[in-house]
């Protein structure tokens, strides 16, 4: 009998330890998410006593959208020059034939931060064609040019996603996810870049008119109405609440809101309206919930995976 | 000590005025019995007319205050003057406990066992508040005590076997206990096995199984003659519990709940009796469909929910009047997830959380009086003031459906009652009114798409919602004599904010069986009326008739029925005893419910009457006593379901079981 008294207590104390463990959700929204925070040196150039220093995310380009700072420094005096202009134009050649893409031609000055910048949207990775970036400053001492091949990367994060498509009005355009980077199960701001292309409009670099220089622009009083669905058969065409649409703010991209309600595969699916309120692009996905059958998309769609 | 119980066998045995009246008696003549005191022993039997091995849900079934919501033939939800589980607290030895299940698949009555319990506690209303904020009462489940032994070293000890034919249910109840002057050791080990049962068409109702194991001690030692320390642990798992009425069932849950106490007496003075107590408790509960390949969705649901508190009451006692005050601290963290796979379930694919790692804190202070005005009238009146505070960790969750609502809430929950109750030859009238508020639960405030098999809703917790506020009036009145005994009862409840579940036109459903989303949002106000007639009389020595009869009624603000509401239902039993024979046999049903609710995902439930019968013989080898039983449920084998069986799953058929007692 007296061994009841001492089994039991011991195999109290044998189970207070958790059989299955809980989901560590920080690390569970870190580990699938690729995510750059610093911006490091992607390449840099000396002319004379100049330096010039080109940054990006991680160091690198990804293909989509790259926010792009460039630091010019006195190397003798190893201040940071601010009164210059600095131009920016990226080049992708492929068999002869030259394009470029969404960015900043003339990249402006961050007085608080000490750098000018700019952002670059990468259409195509460096497997298709070489991209050069070509700069030019001018200074005191004169004018000044550098030519540099990059390489671009496919970009893994899957949240900053790009798609590029020709609209009911035949005209070409690009949509490029810039944030959130890294999504919560929230309330996220969702912010996008629409270009579109112009090419026959051209603009004057090195003197000379250039076609390409200006062939994107950035696109005016558009609206893009958002429709996030998670696509997997699994989840019945699952939607979220509260989502805003994109309208353009004052920094020339589009901000909206986005809602995920769990971890998992999304598909923000997309309509494009003009100015006028015209369909550019996109069309209505149903709101049906339709268990055991893979989600419908628009026709203008980007997924995100987290 | 002046506590007056709405005990369950007193309900059927004497009026509850009855039962008011007795402690008051028996106070006074306690003089020499200070040390019975030490430890509370009430030596109810935890059984019903009809069985002497009941679970905790059968035995609670028995009250006409108490309704239950079933999924399945484990772990009913129970229902306390027609109100949900939130709205009632539920407490072990005035533990609290909140269970560690989203769908409330766990209610603290599944994590003890019948051989475990000495008695049951309920109060209706207000009265209940003395362990915190409640709106429709509480159910306290006291564990069994074995008192000290002024005689010297004791062992005793009971064993109790049975088998239910329906679901092939074998039970093994064992319990021991030992008694000295100075320690005392109670200790219970309890073991259920139960395949599925069939419906009165003679069909399987699959997913229906349970296992269960439950074992549990107490160590008690008088520091002195007049205090005591004791310990005590309940240990239980559950494995493999089906539920019929879900698209998952339960692979695994676990409790552990340990207390120490520290017990005082006062043979003199104002302050009589102070008993504090720290306790922890753990439960996990793990959800799961691997028994259930025909889901599109694989999903896993584990929940988890700790507590740990403090509880610290103190008796006094002057003249006429006689008072508790109890001091109420705890926190408990609840947590549970929604794991996703697609069909091959390779991977985990989706996650969220249905419980965001939600703290809550409760600290409150509760007093308790009763007033002996002359002999024949007695006033009691009290209440409580508490604090409630809430921590959502990850508030995000939230904010999908609720932009910017805070992170940690604070709610001041004030109760107040007070009841009168008039003695005049063979009648009694007790009139009363309460007022008092609860905060949201968990699953309210702060629930992610919690889905409800019900309804075949999403629901989704407000973090916003306003306590909710009850006003309420009781009557009663009473009858006896030596061999009649007759009483009425009515309560009215009128209560603001009452919180239910709304559609939301917002989001889309997330689990693949749902149809839509609802949150928890406020009616402007819910009325509910509880009727109950109990009578007794004995025809001969040797016989007596039992019955009872409840009648409830809820509206909403639009006039609309409440769900969950309990039709007309009745209860007829006589029990005939000869010599060491008894013969039981009942009647019970529930007439048709006509006043369903379509809005809240109910339909017409038809009428329905169940027969029971049984026999048992008691008999005597070697000074052991054995009891014998034999009996059947649903003798005559009626279809039927509940206005409470979720998905309108069958009730079990015709049952015959057997069980065997010894007390040695």
């Not at chain 2, 409840?550 to 509401?565: E, Q």
Request: with cysteine; charged share 20%.
């Amino acid at each position: 009998m007296k061994a009841i008294h001492l089994v039991l207590p011991a195999l109290f104390f044998a189970v207070t330890s958790c059989t299955l463990d809980k989901t560590d959700f920080e690390e569970e929204i870190a580990v699938e998410i690729p995510e750059n925070y610093s911006f490091e040196e992607v390449f840099s150039s000396q002319k004379e006593t100049y330096k010039i220093s080109v940054e990006a995310l991680n160091g690198t380009f990804y293909k989509g959208y790259n926010e792009v700072r460039v630091k010019l420094t006195n190397v003798q005096t190893e201040e940071f020059l601010a009164n210059s202009t600095i131009t920016f134009f990226p080049v992708l050649t492929v068999a002869d034939k030259q394009e470029s893409c969404p960015h900043a031609s003339i990249l402006e000055y961050n007085s608080d931060e000490q750098y000018f910048e700019g952002y670059v949207v990468f259409t195509k990775d460096s497997n298709v064609g070489d991209w050069n970036i070509q700069l030019n400053f001018t200074i005191e001492s004169g004018d000044f040019q550098v030519d540099k091949i990059v390489s671009v990367v496919q970009q893994p994060n899957k949240n900053l996603n790009m798609t590029s498509f020709t609209g009911n009005d035949e005209q070409y355009y690009i949509i490029a996810l810039i944030a959130p980077q890294k999504p919560k199960v929230a309330e996220n701001n969702l912010v996008a870049g629409i270009y579109k292309y112009v090419g026959d409009e051209s603009a004057i670099i090195n003197n000379e008119p250039n076609a390409l220089a200006s062939s994107f622009a950035v696109v005016n009083k558009y609206t893009l109405l958002l429709d996030p669905r998670m696509p997997e058969p699994s989840m019945g065409n699952h939607s979220s609440p509260n989502n805003r649409d994109l309208i353009q703010g004052e920094d020339g991209l589009y901000h909206g809101v986005v809602n995920y309600t769990m971890t998992g595969n999304w598909t923000l699916n997309f309509i494009m309206q003009n100015q006028n309120g015209k369909i550019v692009k996109g069309t209505e996905v149903s709101t049906d919930f339709t268990p055991g059958v893979e989600g419908e998309k628009s026709e203008l769609y980007i997924d995100i995976l987290f | 000590m002046k506590t007056f119980y709405y005990s369950l066998l007193m309900c059927f045995l004497s009026s509850p005025f009855y039962a008011q009246k007795t402690p008051m008696l028996s106070d006074t003549t306690q003089v020499n019995t200070l040390e019975e005191m030490l430890i509370i022993a009430k030596k109810k039997k935890i059984e019903t007319e009809m069985k002497m091995a009941v679970s905790v849900d059968e035995y609670l079934a028995s009250s006409d205050q108490i309704s239950f919501i079933k999924r399945g033939a484990y772990a009913w939800e129970p229902l306390l003057n027609n109100m949900s589980s939130e709205r009632s607290k539920i407490t072990i030895d005035g533990m609290h406990i909140f269970g560690a299940c989203t769908d409330k698949m766990d209610p603290i009555t599944a994590y003890v066992e019948s051989n475990n319990l000495a008695e049951i506690d309920i109060k209706s209303g207000q009265e209940g508040s003395m362990h915190g904020a409640t709106v429709s009462g509480s159910i306290n489940l006291k564990r069994k005590n074995t008192l000290f032994s002024d005689y010297g070293s004791e062992w005793k000890g009971t064993y109790q076997t049975g088998y239910e034919f329906n679901n092939k249910q074998f039970f093994n109840l064992g319990n021991l206990s030992f008694a000295s002057d100075k320690f005392v050791a109670d200790a219970s080990v309890a073991y259920r096995k139960a395949s599925n049962y069939t419906d009165g068409k003679d069909n399987e109702v699959k997913h229906s199984q349970y296992k269960k194991f439950n074992t549990s001690l107490g160590l008690a030692y008088k520091t002195s003659p007049l205090s005591a320390l004791r310990f005590d642990a309940i240990f239980d798992v559950a494995k493999d519990v089906g539920y019929p009425a879900l698209p998952m069932d339960l692979w695994l849950s676990r409790a552990l709940i340990t207390s120490v106490s520290y017990k005082k007496l006062f043979e003199e003075g104002l302050l009589r009796v102070w008993d504090t107590k720290l306790y922890f408790n753990t439960i996990e509960h793990y959800m799961d469909d691997t028994t259930r390949p025909e889901n599109l969705v694989h999903m896993d649901m584990p929940g988890w929910s700790t507590t740990f508190g403090l509880t610290s009451k103190a008796n006094l006692r002057k003249e006429n009047l006689s008072s508790e005050i109890q001091v109420n601290a705890y926190q408990n963290i609840a947590i549970a997830e929604m794991r996703m796979y697609p069909q091959d379930r390779s991977e985990r694919t989706m996650f969220a959380y249905s419980w965001p790692w939600v703290t809550t804190r409760y600290a409150g202070v509760s007093l308790g009086n009763s007033w002996d005005i002359s002999p024949i009238s007695q006033l009691n009146f009290g209440g409580s003031l508490g604090l409630n505070y809430n921590h959502s960790k990850y508030i995000d969750f939230n904010w999908i459906f609720y932009p910017g609502a805070p992170q940690e809430k604070t709610r001041f929950l004030p109760s107040i009652y007070t009841n009168y109750t008039l003695f005049a030859n063979k009648f009694n009238v007790t009139i009363g009114g309460g007022y008092g508020q609860r905060a949201p639960s968990v699953s309210e405030a702060y629930g992610y798409y919690i889905y409800n098999s019900f309804d075949r809703y999403d629901y989704v917790g407000n973090p916003n919602l306003k306590n909710e506020t009850s006003y309420e009036l009781n009557a009663s009145a009473g009858f006896k004599t030596e061999n009649l005994n007759l009483s009425a009862k009515v309560n009215y409840f009128y209560i603001k904010d009452y919180i239910i579940g709304e559609i939301l036109s917002l989001g889309s459903p997330m689990n693949y069986q749902s149809v839509g989303v609802k949150g928890y949002t406020a009616l402007s106000y819910a009325e509910i009326v509880n009727f109950s007639l109990n009578g007794s009389y004995k025809i001969t020595p040797n016989l007596q008739w039992k019955g009872n009869l409840t009648y409830v009624r809820g509206k909403d603000d639009k006039g609309g029925n409440l769900p969950f509401i309990r039709p007309l239902s009745y209860q007829t039993a006589f029990v005939y005893n000869y010599k060491k024979l008894s013969v039981q046999t009942s009647l019970n049903g529930d007439l048709e419910q006509v006043d369903y609710s379509p809005k809240y995902g109910e339909d017409n439930t038809p009428a329905y009457k169940i027969w029971n019968l049984s026999a048992n013989y008691a008999f005597y080898i070697k000074n052991n006593k054995f009891i014998f039983q034999i009996g059947a449920e649903n003798v005559l084998n009626e279809y039927y379901s509940t206005y409470a069986d979720w998905g309108n799953i069958p009730r079990m058929g015709r049952n015959v079981f057997t069980s065997l007692k010894i007390d040695f």
